[in-house]
Every structure is written in structure tokens, then in C-alpha cells.
């Protein structure tokens, strides 16, 4: 069973950053998988966030169009996501997954605060 491990968030005040990790903690290889970041924020279905594909193609959703940038480094075997200018409505779990369709078991997360 593959095993994500999300990490690097925290609380952060409007217009701050962060920059959130994923790893396989069961050896995955992600450089042959699109690979995506996903939210769930309080009392809401999970969405998509951003997506980057085998080749290197991202795409974000239009809510953080301009703030978020998710990249990929292959050879540390890890996805991340840069979180720039973030706002209240960005508070949520974030997980990563496969990028098109989550198809992996989801991991526990990383909790993303942000207030004032």
C-alpha cells in the first residue's frame, strides 16, 4: 500500500507562505505519475488544487491561479506545493495524489491555517 506523507504546514497570517512536501514513506516512484495537490477545508468536500504532470505541465485551480505553483523534484522523489499571498480561504487539509484522479490512499495530510 502506498504511503503519502504530506508535511510543511502550519499557521500563517493573510499574505504569507508556505511550502508544503509530499514523499512516499512506501518507496513509490512519483516521477512516472502526474501527481497532484488536493484541500479539504471544514465542512467541504476535498477539491482539486494543482496538478503537475510527468512532463512537467502544471495546472492550478483558478482560486489560487497566480499564488499557488506545485513542482516536482525527481530526484529527491518529492512534489510540492509553493503557497504564496495565502488567505483565509485557503485554511484547509491539503494531501497529495495522483494529478487527474486520486488513486492512491490518502494520506494524513497537512493542516493549513491562515489568520490573523
Known amino acids: 500500500q502506498v504511503q503519502l506523507v504530506e508535511s510543511g504546514g502550519g499557521l500563517v497570517q493573510p499574505g504569507e507562505s508556505l511550502r508544503l512536501s509530499c514523499a512516499s514513506a512506501s518507496g513509490m516512484d512519483f516521477s512516472d505519475r502526474h501527481m497532484g495537490w488536493y484541500r479539504q477545508a471544514p465542512g467541504k468536500e476535498r477539491d482539486w488544487v494543482a496538478r503537475?504532470?510527468?512532463?512537467?505541465?502544471?495546472d492550478v485551480a483558478t482560486s489560487v491561479k497566480g499564488r499557488f505553483t506545485i513542482s516536482r523534484d525527481n530526484a529527491k522523489n518529492m512534489i510540492y506545493l509553493q503557497m504564496n499571498s495565502l488567505q483565509p480561504d485557503d485554511t484547509a487539509v491539503y494531501y497529495c495524489?495522483?494529478?487527474?484522479?486520486?488513486?492512491?490512499?490518502w494520506g494524513q495530510g497537512t493542516q493549513v491555517t491562515v489568520s490573523s
Open positions: 495524489n495522483t494529478g487527474y484522479k486520486p488513486t492512491l490512499h
Open positions: 503537475i504532470t510527468i512532463r512537467g505541465t502544471t
